[in-house]
């Protein structure tokens, strides 16, 4: 005697379900809109020279008095990074042999921000240093935000919505839940977007006027959330 035979109510799983417990798969969406919550900026500072060291030390010098600038604005700056450094010669193209005319330095730099009355003011700033360039902002959700978890929620409820729609359609009910899948879940970074307002700023010597704080306005952010979902129903009586 076999297990199923010792349960006569027990059904054996079927992939697509039998007439006693029919199987029904839908799909659950949702898409929100959101104000962001983070804006990430890049800075690349450079130095240009004839002399190695001093080209060198000019871009050291520069370097501090960026991230300075940035560490002035306290809790607004929540993330801020040193990227790449380069000092690179840079060769005559005419001439016997080869000669290093002069030498080109940078650091990049990324800054991450929530308060976006300080960001305009800080790319300002920013841009207006000498031989400094601004990329971005980049606006996003925080990995955690509660836009995502409701995101999710709503994808699950309008699933099995639907199932209990096609269900009605059938004149029966639903049964039981066999099976939910994030289909976002082998693309976990997905949901972020990005939104560029203003980038490659290079500015000149500074002004005796400070500039303006730039204007800034957040992109929103769009939220995407997808389930599948497997429910077994009541056997209907179809006519």
Request: proline residues 7%; negative net charge; glycine residues 6%.
């Given at each position: 005697m076999t297990h199923d035979d010792q349960n006569p109510g027990h059904h054996p799983s079927v992939p697509h379900g039998t007439p006693e417990a029919p199987r029904l798969a839908v799909r659950g969406e949702a898409h929100l809109e959101a104000d962001p919550e983070l804006a990430r900026i890049g800075i690349t500072v450079t130095a240009r020279g004839t002399d190695r060291r001093a080209a060198l030390d000019d871009l050291t010098r520069r370097n501090t008095t960026t991230l300075d600038l940035v560490k002035t604005y306290g809790e607004a700056v929540e993330e801020l990074e040193t990227g790449a450094f380069s000092l690179t010669p840079e060769f005559t193209k005419h001439g016997r042999g080869e000669r290093i005319?002069?030498?080109?330095?940078?650091?990049?730099?990324?800054?991450?921000?929530?308060?976006?009355?300080?960001?305009?003011?800080?790319?300002?700033?920013?841009?207006?240093?000498?031989?400094?360039?601004?990329?971005?902002?980049?606006?996003?959700l925080r990995p955690a935000s509660p836009v995502h978890a409701t995101a999710r929620r709503q994808a699950v409820h309008d699933a099995v919505q639907r199932a209990r729609e096609y269900a009605d359609a059938l004149g029966t009910t639903l049964a039981a839940l066999v099976e939910l899948a994030d289909?976002?879940?082998?693309?976990?970074?997905?949901?972020?977007?990005?939104?560029?307002?203003?980038?490659?700023?290079?500015?000149?010597?500074?002004?005796?006027?400070?500039?303006?704080?730039?204007?800034?306005?957040?992109?929103?952010?769009?939220?995407?959330?997808?389930?599948?979902?497997?429910?077994?129903?009541?056997?209907?009586?179809?006519?």
């Open positions: 005319r002069t030498y080109h330095g940078s650091v990049h730099l990324t800054a991450l921000l929530a308060d976006f009355t300080a960001l305009g003011e800080l790319v300002t700033r920013l841009a207006d240093q000498e031989l400094t360039r601004v990329d971005g902002p980049w606006w996003s289909i976002g879940a082998e693309d976990a970074h997905r949901p972020m977007s990005y939104g560029m307002s203003r980038a490659a700023m290079v500015r000149g010597p500074v002004d005796d006027t400070a500039a303006p704080a730039l204007d800034l306005e957040p992109e929103r952010q769009h939220v995407h959330a997808t389930v599948n979902a497997r429910f077994t129903l009541h056997p209907p009586h179809l006519q």
